[in-house]
């Protein structure tokens, strides 16, 4: 289900583009909302990892909610059609205005950062008169075993309250009268692929809900985030990630309290392979010891290999001759703009036509206009 249109199809489109298969993406939101339903537990969808007009309806439409980094984050999600009371807003620096236009549209949740976040957001929802629900996201110093930048629930991270705080912030919630304590919140990370860590969370969750409840405090909702990762290596073999496993982790550790919900944030999971960045083959180059093949995508259209060394499984859809090795390169002006070394690729020329495949998350959506080259467009499977 990974790849389903023959190469002329795929070449008629001006490159660069993002390739949507929408029938791998719809199949991938039902095996999400299955598992999911199997133990009561709802997901919302991390907007930041794709907010493509066509994709982000046809999460909404699946049913579920949004989770969000920023203002136009929730912006995006209200317009889309997300109802308000699945629309949860997480970030340890959120603005005034973020937090206003929260308020004004009663959102879920706020997933809060600090003491002083927490001052704030009951400030400005006094001025309202309002009362914000909030969650605590509590850095649980757990080690996800994934890439340093996107490793986010250890203790020298800039995200969430660490636990010597949480004293703390229960006085200071004590004393707040415009927000009220909804759930508890976390986020170990992303890209992760070791069920382990998602076990480890679980244990510390357990912990942090005794303490919580040794403190007369009794969370309706605990949030445990996403991370889940996606098969970079072989995207046709594992086209849909585990969802079944991974969400059985969870029923199986985390000891939920009577009545208690809990809530995920999956972005990647969701949307990763779905997408595929096309290009077109520029120039063929020879080095000294190297071949390049420098193509019309570059950087600016997907920056995870540059940013962190991020594996992209590359595909020549054109050719068939035997196999050689090229560094596939784009056309900015940074060596940090190359999208593999070392490619084995069928005898590539001019114009033949490339696939960078699992890039349906943090791709499209952290395009920019570096060089002012032209941001990607994007078509779909049941377009073209
Ligand atoms: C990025 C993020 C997510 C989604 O992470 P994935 O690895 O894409 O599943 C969830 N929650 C928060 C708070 C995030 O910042």
């Known amino acids: 289900m990974g790849f389903n249109l023959p190469v002329d199809r795929l070449s008629q489109q001006q490159t660069p583009y993002y390739y949507y298969n929408m029938e791998l993406l719809n199949a991938t939101l039902d095996a999400v909302r299955t598992e999911a339903n199997e133990y009561g ?15 982000l309806g046809a999460i909404k439409n699946a049913g579920f909610g949004a989770d969000c980094v920023s203002g136009n984050e929730v912006k995006k999600a209200l317009e889309t059609g997300f109802n308000s009371d ?51 996201r509590i850095n649980p110093n757990v080690n996800a075993n994934t890439h340093h930048y996107i490793t986010t629930g250890l203790e020298e991270n800039k995200f969430g309250i660490n ?14 009268k415009n927000v009220e304590l909804e759930g508890i919140h976390f986020h170990i990370g992303s890209q992760i692929t070791d069920l382990l860590s998602f076990k480890d969370l679980c244990l510390r969750v357990n912990e942090l809900q005794k303490w919580f409840i040794s403190h007369h405090i009794f969370p309706k909702v605990v949030n445990v985030g ?3 990762g996606i098969d970079y290596e072989q995207p046709d073999e594992n086209a849909i990630p585990d969802f079944k496993s991974f969400f059985r982790v969870f029923d199986e550790f985390l000891e939920l309290k009577p009545g208690q919900e809990l809530h995920f944030e999956l972005g990647r999971s969701m949307v990763g392979q779905c997408g595929t960045l096309i290009s077109r083959v520029l120039y063929i180059k020879n080095g000294v010891n190297t071949k390049f093949a420098i193509i019309d995508a570059g950087m600016s259209d997907l920056i995870r290999p540059a940013l962190y060394q991020a594996y992209h499984k590359i595909e020549n859809l054109s050719s068939t001759q035997a196999t050689e090795k090229y560094d596939v ?20 020329d ?34 073209i």
């Not at 636990?163 to 707040?176: F, G, R, S």
């Open 41 to 55: 537990f709802k997901v919302h969808y991390a907007i930041k990892a794709n907010a493509n007009d066509r994709v």
């Open 86 to 136: 699945s629309v949860v807003f997480a970030g340890v620096g959120k603005a005034d205005w973020e937090i206003n236009l929260g308020l004004e549209n009663d959102i879920a949740c706020f997933n809060v950062e600090s003491i002083p976040e927490l001052e704030i957001i009951n400030e400005l929802a006094e001025k309202k008169g309002k009362i914000a629900k909030v969650a605590l």
């Open 163 to 176: 636990q010597w705080d949480l004293e703390n912030v229960i006085e200071v919630l004590a004393q707040l």
């Open 226 to 228: 996403g991370g889940l």
């Open 329 to 348: 390169v784009g056309p900015i002006c940074e060596s940090s703009d190359c999208f593999g070394k070392a490619v084995d690729l069928p005898k590539t």
């Open 350 to 383: 001019r114009g033949d036509i490339i696939a960078i495949r699992s890039t349906g998350a943090y791709g499209e959506i952290m395009a920019n206009r570096y060089n002012l080259r032209e941001l990607p467009s994007a078509y779909y499977s049941d377009e």
